[in-house]
């Protein structure tokens, strides 16, 4: 179910238990060949697709857009909101569902520097409501679901996430090639880190020049396909795991 196209009352109707799902995405530079919406893109269309096996047994709220990418300011048309205003409104936005009565509240995220701001704010409502021995406040990025895309197809190099990389030009190859530049001039850039694994902190500048990270040039619509389909095979198998909770385990 469409959050947007309901009325108070039809929200009021729907059974307590239905997931609650929070797309959150961002606008930020990615490299010079994809555009800036490319994060709330990739994830519309992985909601878009897993929507049609899921849509009349869960809520999605519209996409939000506005992420926390403080890291890319450097480069213009970035837009983020300061990572603390983003951890309250992640706060914000799942608190007014358990207002109503709702219980299962999932943000389903597309942008890497959205990770940490939804576990924070999901642990800090944990806290909030406390006495409450019922709710299931989950965050999850669509990428990190158990999906591997590179054992489905031998051709997809990379192995994990990068940024305007590699995965991501083959999905927006596949989604809207008219917004992807010129490959042919794109300079691979290392994943790596070498304090790993412990967690190194970062802007956008310390580590690409063009912007991107990892090596868009061996990017095709075919493997965006490919990436589209275990990706949302991933975010499917996540929420029937929501659906099927019985409301009130830890392990079950
Ligand atoms: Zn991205």
Redesign the pocket.
Known sequence: VELLELKWPDVAALPKDTPIVIPVAALEQ?GRHLPVF??SLLLGEVLRRAKQLLHDRVLFTPLMWLGNSEHHLDFPGSMSASPRAYLDLLKDMAENFLFHGFRRIVIVNG?GGNIVPAQQALFELRQKYRQRDDLLLLSATYWTLGAEPHKVDPNIKQQQMG??CEW?TSMMLRLRPELVGDLTKVEPVELGNRFAPAHRAWITRDRTAPGHIGDPRFATAEKGETMFRVFTAGVVAFLERVLAWDGKGWDA
């Open positions: 990615h490319t994060d942008h940024h305007a991501e």
